[in-house]
């Protein structure tokens, strides 16, 4: 026995510093950089495919118009309203007329009480954001869309209920799309199960088309006036969702140095000066 510490050696070099350790040390730097870059390639790649599905459901909403504008959609549109209008039954004048009434204004205030519920149980205001954000821009939308085309209603005798106003895109749809799409999305973000979460997609989606069936069984709507809604509330949800992963992908990564955006890598070594080449 020496009497000396096992810790060091004669040098004062600890056993940490040994080639191992270092090239351990260097490996885990190598991983962590590895899921930082995953990260910031995942970041840079939801907001892109988010854009290029609005992209889809906008040039789907341009094509539907650009059919019932320029050569007319009447060889769709005729047939299908007629043939749903011959085969209407009483007992389903009652729920789809319901179905058409709670689909506007009754179904943002719901939306907006279970933002409310979020936004609480969050403590952060974006769900009351994202669902008003994507509210009032369906109404807008869907209210400047129908001034532009002008687009008049089927024909009176045919209604089942009382509507004014031009019909393409069908407003009731449009905001329908956008307001369930946008709760689905925040409320199957909280889903731990992959079940879950696609019945609640299917869900969304078979209420969209409902809202949507019931104004053509109505007659208050041609079915391209509801095709285009869709497409419409779909591009709005889709809007919202990508300014929100833009913001989020522009934000300073938590633990970041200052100065330094999500998913960008400080610059190693010494800043340069303003006189350097």
């Known amino acids: 026995m020496t009497g000396e510490l096992p810790s060091e050696d004669r040098d004062g070099a600890s056993p940490l510093d040994t080639p191992g350790h270092e090239s351990l040390s260097v490996s885990r730097k190598g991983r962590v950089r590895g899921r930082s870059r995953s990260r910031s390639r995942s970041q840079e790649e939801r907001p892109r495919a988010l854009i ?7 040039l789907c909403f341009a094509a539907t118009s650009a059919l019932v504008l320029g050569s007319g959609a009447g ?6 309203l007629n043939q749903t209008v011959a085969h209407r039954a009483d007992v389903l004048d009652g729920p789809m007329a319901f179905v058409t009434r709670v689909s506007e204004i009754p179904l943002l205030l719901l939306s907006v009480l279970v933002a409310c519920w979020l936004a609480w149980r969050d403590r952060s205001w974006s ?36 509507e004014d106003g031009f019909c393409y895109p069908s407003r009731h749809t449009v905001i329908a799309t956008a307001v369930l799409l ?46 285009g809604g869709l497409a419409l509330g779909a ?19 938590p633990g970041a ?8 890598a400080p610059a190693s070594g010494r800043a340069a000066g303003p006189g350097s080449g």
């Open 52 to 58: 290029a599905a609005l992209l889809g459901c906008l």
């Open 75 to 80: 060889f769709v549109d005729g047939p299908v």
């Open 127 to 162: 769900p009351l954001v994202l669902v008003g954000g994507a509210g009032l821009l369906a109404v807008l939308v869907s209210t400047a869309a129908k001034e532009l085309t002008e687009r008049h209603r089927p024909p009176a005798r045919l209604w089942a209920i009382p």
């Open 182 to 227: 946008i709760l689905t999305w925040m409320l199957a973000a909280r889903l731990a199960s992959r079940a879950a979460r696609a019945a609640g997609w299917l869900g969304a989606g078979a209420l969209c088309w409902l809202v949507g069936a019931s104004r053509v069984y109505l007659a208050v709507h041609w079915p391209t006036d509801v095709l």
């Open 235 to 253: 591009a709005v949800a889709l809007a919202v969702v990508a300014a929100r992963a833009l913001v989020n992908a522009a934000r300073p990564t």
């Open 257 to 264: 140095p200052s100065g330094t955006a999500a998913g960008t």
